[in-house]
């Protein structure tokens, strides 16, 4: 088990191992989410207050999930990149942070198109989720940017992970700061609370959404990471085998 | 199977065809990157052997 | 700095470096009085666009003053490692005997005195343009000495990340306001706040308890990514 993690951290172990997995991830994230949409959209029964319009959440909440999710993944890399200086850790880093940005995008378009039949606007200050999703994009855009303005690979990756670290000391701090004022304002939420007080002919379909857009991730995150630790190994000698023996 | 979902149809099939496309489109980006790499690689290696 | 024999405290390592930047910027004056006049006409631009009703100008007073000392702070914290890096003092400092993020600590603590302090002593006086009472002064004056303490420090793992960086200055403002965020809501809701007549400790805590928190880490992160940025 052991072994199996520490050939893990080699990128040429890696990429092989990667490219098993990702049909693994893919196909169960797409029959999840296939079914999560279609119980959404068809078999959920209708909610009270916001009519069909609330089925936005089917959407909404996974992206917002994930946007969480990758950066955390991005955080967690970069630091265990930097504490245990393991070159791959970065490149999961640096590949999580286009995705998270995706996401984080998502949750924001489909939070706004969720507010206009809710509240009659396309935006919503007053909405906690939304506003702190907000902040949240502008983190991932500091992170690529940052990447983007170093030139050394080495010393991207490091000056990026401690600022993703430091982010991600800020993510609660920032969901905390913008809830307590809107909960001061009676604030009107987006999302309709879940958990226990959901109907389960609502539940299933969001908790499918959330675990098929999670395997999602993963498979696209591996994908990408194949093709980050593909460049940055580009003048290996396994590289350079395998590409003359022509493998994938 | 209500399809414009209440008269919200617009609404909601916009977030839904919204998220199918980032789906796809953070896809295609990946393998696309995958492949510009593989192929860049390629024709270096291929050059410095044939010289 | 002290010959090699004597072993400096990490204490007097934070001092004499912050005495260092001091006397610099006491040379200097122009380095604290134009994030000063910086903060006074950004604080002046909302009145001229908006326009002079009294009602208008008290309700956004807060904000706008708030909005006004972030962007003056973010325009100081961006020579913060500046000289150092092109005299080479930095790389001074790298190899100093004294911890590193002691020095870092030190630097801000003399950047924030020359920065973020004069806000705080100034904000009445642009305050009462906006027709601020007295009794509301007060308390934007303490959210933005605990703000001003965590911008500081917040701003100086920034700099120290985007020093020598080719447009080091946009990036640096990409990097920090977003995590400034939470502060500047605090602080100026805060502020709004007292002027309705509402409880305010909540606020205030958050603020001092945020300083207290970017005290803890942000001189070992400043001290890591200098470190990063100059290796």
């Known amino acids: 088990m052991w072994k199996f993690i520490h050939q893990l951290a080699s990128p040429p172990h890696f990429y092989r191992i990667a490219q098993i997995l990702i049909p693994w991830l893919a196909v169960p994230g797409l029959l999840l989410i296939g079914y999560g949409a279609y119980a959404g959209l068809f078999l959920a029964p209708m909610d009270y207050q916001q009519g069909d319009a609330f089925r936005i959440i089917y959407v909404h909440v996974p992206s917002a999930y994930l946007s969480m999710l990758a950066y955390m993944t991005m955080a967690v890399s970069a630091g265990i990149g930097l504490i245990w200086r393991i070159k791959l850790s970065h490149a999961v880093a640096a590949a999580a942070a286009p995705l998270g940005a995706w996401f984080t995008f998502l949750a924001l378009a489909t939070g706004s198109i969720w507010g206009k039949p809710m509240w009659g606007t396309w935006w919503e200050w007053g909405d906690p989720r939304l506003t702190s999703e907000l902040i949240m994009l502008f983190l991932y855009f500091g992170y690529m940017a940052l990447r983007g303005a170093i030139d050394d690979t080495t010393k991207a990756d490091r000056a990026s992970a401690v600022l993703a670290l430091v982010g ?3 993510v609660p701090i920032i969901h905390f700061s913008v809830e307590w004022w809107s909960s001061l304002h009676q604030g009107r939420t987006l999302v309709k609370e879940g958990g226990p007080g959901m109907d389960p002919g609502m539940l299933y379909p969001l908790l499918a959404m959330i675990l098929g857009f999670s395997l999602i991730f993963g498979a ?18 396994w590289v350079k085998d395998l590409i003359l023996s022509g493998g994938n | 199977m209500d399809l414009s979902m209440g008269g919200y149809g617009a609404y909601v099939w916009t977030c839904f065809i919204m998220a199918g496309v980032v789906l796809v489109v953070c896809e295609w980006r990946a393998r696309l990157r995958h492949r510009r790499v593989y192929r860049d690689i390629e024709v270096r290696i291929k050059a410095l052997g044939d010289s | 700095m002290s010959s090699e024999d ?29 994030p000063l006049f910086f903060f006074a006409m950004v604080a002046a631009l909302f009145p001229l666009a908006v326009g002079p009703s009294p009602e208008q100008l008290k309700l956004s007073g807060p904000a706008v003053l708030w909005v006004a000392a972030l962007l003056s702070m973010l325009l100081s914290l961006n020579s913060l490692f500046l000289s150092d890096y092109e005299d080479g003092s930095l790389d001074q400092m790298l190899v100093s005997p004294v911890p590193l993020s002691a020095l870092a600590l030190g ?37 933005l000495l605990f703000g001003t303490i965590s911008l500081s420090l917040l701003g100086s793992v920034g700099a120290a990340l985007t020093v020598g960086l080719h447009r080091g200055t946009a990036l640096l403002s990409l990097l920090i306001l977003p995590l400034a965020m939470p502060i500047l809501i605090f602080g100026a809701r805060t502020v709004s706040l007292v002027a309705s007549g509402d409880g305010v400790a909540g606020g205030l805590y958050f603020l001092a308890a945020y300083a207290v928190l970017t005290l803890s880490f942000a001189p070992f992160a400043t001290a890591a990514a200098l470190r990063i940025s100059n290796e």
């Open chain 1, 168 to 170: 991600a000391v800020n």
């Open chain 1, 220 to 237: 696209l995150l591996l994908r990408r990471v194949r093709a980050e630790v593909l460049f940055r190994e580009r003048r290996t000698r």
């Open chain 3, 6 to 34: 004597e072993p400096i405290g990490m204490l007097s390592g934070i001092a004499g470096i912050a005495r260092r930047d001091l006397l610099l910027a006491w040379k200097r004056p122009g380095d604290v009085l134009n």
């Open chain 3, 107 to 143: 630097k801000t603590l003399a950047h924030w005195l020359t920065s973020g302090l004069p806000l705080v002593v100034v904000s009445p006086v642009v305050a009462i343009t906006f027709q601020m009472p007295f009794s509301v002064t007060g308390y934007l004056m303490l959210t």
